[in-house]
């Protein structure tokens, strides 16, 4: 039989895939897209995806061979690979990088250094550093757990002395992440085939009462023998409500009346739902349904741009309930974690199990099993997911017959991923995911990015407007209120002006409920020595540190370092220490005096760290058991409560200056998503704006919620100025823990790309936090006009950056390159 070769990437940042010969009996089950456990360098184990096979033998190398074929068949789709060179073309990265972003933890492997004793100590001396180690290794043991035994006492020279004298050996094991979930069942044993021997092993029963209780009891549940009897059932099922226990049932195992045995389960919760019919459409809803249908026989993408509340989600239901007729899959897509929790039952209601939920909150098993239901609709549909909603991971799901891709929210930054690479846009590429499967794509939202709403104006992708709320609500009214003014009158209760106190006082008091909003997470931004000025910075970042008054401790939102709050300045040692500005944790802190009966929650990155958080804070308020809910940006996100009738915007000033081009796109986006939590089913709800700047051309357009003025100015500026959607971005950063390498290699690449006539090159500069986790790093924005070709544009990129790397003392910079940074 001729030699095969497979060629495999692997979970690392590499650009190349790498060719390895595959052993005769595996050659006539490999194929593309499954995985294999290759050895790569001396010593270490991955598993790693193979793209290709052939019989081509590779040049001026011998091939290690592949040392495991673990799957039966592909857990990655041709289709998923054709995705995956797109991104890494498009966005400047290694395949690698998509691998390790793309497949749930569970199914990436990686070996580890196992360490054990050889038992050649006996006659040897060893120091007492040795020794420590030595009693540790009882067992099989790690690097990383000897570490963490040992802490301060654990020495490297005293490890590597040992394994020169063969008193310790190292071994490369790989092993599975994923484990499948197994549970024991009960079924009757095979000597126990008929109704009479059942009625015997009963009778036999007799001087044991509780074994006999329990098989009648089991005959009961399963109903043995009858016209619906059950074969097994589950151990917890069989107890479930009883006081029978493991000794009672493992005697009849051992008198062969009942077998018990172990048998995989699923992790997914999979409840119990009566389903409902799908809800009527109003004619305004018709009109855009059948808009989207007109537009999706003629164009691939579609946006609908509807106000909020005006029911896109009834649309969207519609559009997946046709999808899921035609036998096709769907692919739902969401900018949060948060908007999952209402979306789901609203799927579930309709949809029933055909719906599968994917994002990073699920432990690595249930992605896993997730992953395999969605493979498994290709073999059987009755069993595998046709429906996923989830973030912007479940981009990678290894759909077979996707039909439909649905963003929505498709305005929102979370839809792009920062770091690590690939640094890719969900929503972008839920557009070339449709594009390569021949699925339609629609994307959705009320404040539509301007970059989507520019391509949908300019006929690339249809646009429908829905421009009426659900049973004809009006918008809610909008407030503007001068902070200025209201200071030099004493007219503020804490952070709340009097006129939003007064409409706070009075919507509880009716039973309504109230959010605020403000987008700063902590108790306060940061503290200060009113005698000296002194404030707290981080250590390894430069920023100041944020106070949690629940943790009494100072944080950096950057890299997690955290100290406590120091009683007395170590600079001047003055006590007068006192925070500064406001975070979440401190509105909340100061509403409970000013409204006393009131049940106030709190929805940020602190209070939602757990699995099911989000969860029980928006069924509270569903559910009415919470009165004021004060949250970041996690309040903006399309959840949908009917009885909240007032909103407050705390510090709209914190928007509208910070410093990006997208700023005043994002203010109105924020605010005008806010505000459409108000009023959405009874009455017009209303919106207090707090800012210092009532005069800010945006704030008379918020206040307006003028969205074609907001799109219209901003548009002008941008294409002024070279901004998308008018030119290209693309964003360089150069990292390195000193600072000299840093000014050094940037100003070199800097001076590089300036030669070529087709980019604009802005920079190098220190970005506003300049410094993170000890990296200092440097910007280089580069502008990039759509008339020229964006490949040949990043080569050159690409090979000025493995130039300047080459220059002297610069190998350990590391540059990361954005494309359309968020």
Not at 76 to 99: K, T
Not at 282 to 308: C, M, P, R, Y
Not at 600 to 622: C, G, Q, W, Y
Request: some cysteine; proline content about 5%; aromatic content about 8%.
């Amino acid at each position: 039989m001729p030699k095969m070769f497979a060629q495999v990437i692997l979970p690392l940042s590499l650009h190349d895939a790498y060719t390895y010969e595959v052993p005769l009996n595996m050659q006539p089950a490999i194929q593309p897209g499954q995985r294999v456990v290759v050895q790569f360098g001396p010593k270490k184990f991955y598993a790693a995806l193979v793209v290709s096979v052939s019989d081509e033998k590779p040049e001026g190398f011998q091939a290690k061979e592949i040392v495991q074929l673990l799957d039966e068949s592909p857990v990655v789709l041709p289709q998923n690979l054709g995705l995956w060179r797109w991104m890494a073309s498009y966005y400047c990265c290694s395949l690698g990088d998509i691998f390790r972003a793309a497949l749930p933890p569970g199914l990436k492997l990686e070996s580890k250094s196992k360490i054990f004793l050889t038992g050649n100590d006996d006659e040897q001396q060893v120091s007492e550093k040795e020794q420590l180690i030595i009693n540790q290794l009882q067992d099989i043991s790690t690097v990383e757990i000897l570490q963490k035994k040992l802490g301060s006492r654990f020495s490297y020279p005293a490890l590597q002395k040992l394994l020169n004298n063969n008193v310790v050996q190292v071994e490369e094991k790989i092993s599975s992440k994923y484990k499948p979930k197994t549970e024991i069942f009960v079924k009757l044993h095979p000597e126990v085939g008929t109704e009479k021997q059942l009625h015997e092993k009963i009778t036999s029963l007799e001087r044991a009462k509780k074994q006999k209780a329990l098989l009648l009891h089991f005959s009961e549940k399963t109903n043995a023998f009858g016209e619906k009897s059950q074969k097994e059932i589950s151990k917890k099922e069989l107890f479930k409500g009883t006081d029978f226990n493991s000794a009672h049932l493992n005697e009849l195992h051992k008198k062969k009346i009942l077998k018990k045995f172990e048998q995989p389960v699923s992790r997914i919760l999979e409840s119990e739902q009566k389903q409902v019919d799908i809800n009527l459409l109003n004619k305004f809803q018709e009109i855009a349904l059948a808009e989207v249908k007109s537009i999706f026989s003629k164009k691939d993408v579609a946006l609908i741009h509807g106000i909020t509340a005006s029911g896109k989600t009834e649309i969207y239901i519609h559009l997946i309930d046709e999808a899921l007729k035609s036998g096709e899959q769907v692919l739902y897509l969401v900018p949060e974690i948060a908007l999952t929790t209402q979306i789901v039952q609203r799927l579930k209601n309709v949809f029933g199990p055909k719906v599968g939920i994917y994002h990073s909150r699920l432990n690595n098993q249930e992605r896993v099993e997730i992953w395999e239901k969605v493979l498994q609709f290709r073999q059987n549909r009755d069993k595998g997911y046709q429906v996923i909603l989830g973030a912007r991971s479940s981009l990678f799901m290894p759909f077979s017959n996707l039909g439909l891709v649905i963003v929505d929210e498709e305005h929102e930054n979370s839809f792009k991923q920062f770091d690590p690479a690939p640094r890719y846009n969900a929503r972008d590429m839920a557009v070339v995911l449709g594009i390569q499967n021949k699925a339609k794509v629609l994307l959705g939202s009320a404040t539509p990015s301007f970059e989507s709403y520019f391509n949908a104006k300019t006929g690339k992708y249809g646009l429908v407007n829905l421009d009426k709320r659900h049973s004809n609500i009006e918008l809610p009214e909008v407030m503007i209120i001068d902070l200025k003014r209201v200071w030099k009158r004493k007219q503020m209760h804490s952070v709340l002006s009097h006129e939003l106190f007064e409409l706070m006082n009075t919507a509880i008091s009716k039973g309504e409920q109230v959010i605020l909003f403000q987008n700063r997470r902590g108790y306060s931004p940061y503290v200060q020595c009113f005698n000296c000025g002194w404030i707290p910075k981080c250590q390894n970042c430069d920023v100041s540190l944020t106070y949690h008054k629940y943790k009494k401790r100072l944080n950096c939102h950057y890299c997690g370092f955290s100290q406590p709050v120091s009683n007395e300045c170590p600079e001047c040692g003055s006590p007068d220490i006192k925070t500064r500005g406001f975070g979440t944790e401190k509105i909340e802190d100061e509403l409970k005096p000013l409204f006393p009966g009131a049940r106030i929650d709190r929805m940020d990155l602190d209070t939602t760290r757990s699995k099911n958080a989000f969860s029980r804070i928006v069924h509270n308020l569903e559910s009415r058991k919470t009165d004021i809910l004060i949250g970041t940006q996690m309040v903006t996100k399309g959840l949908d409560f009917e009885h909240v009738s007032v909103v407050g915007i705390l510090n709209a000033d914190n928007l509208i200056n910070f410093p990006d081009f997208r700023a005043h796109e994002r203010a109105y986006q924020l605010i005008s998503q806010v505000s459409g939590r108000a009023g959405r089913k009874h009455n017009r709800g209303k919106v207090i704006v707090q800012t210092s700047q009532p005069e800010h051309p945006l704030i008379e357009i918020i206040r307006k919620q003028d969205y074609q003025e907001a799109f219209q100015s901003q548009m002008e500026e941008r294409k002024l100025f070279k901004y998308p959607p008018f030119y290209r971005l693309i964003k360089l950063v150069v990292k390195h823990k000193n600072p000299e390498n840093v000014n050094r290699f940037a100003n070199q690449l800097a001076t590089n790309l300036r030669h070529n006539s087709s980019l604009i090159v802005l920079g190098p500069e220190f970005p506003l936090v300049s410094r993170i986790q000890l990296w200092y790093q440097k910007e280089i924005w580069l502008k990039v006009s759509r008339k020229f070709s964006p490949g040949e544009v990043k080569n050159f990129i690409i090979n000025n950056i493995d130039t300047v790397k080459h220059l002297k003392d610069n190998s350990s910079c590391v540059v990361n390159i954005d494309v359309d940074p968020g």
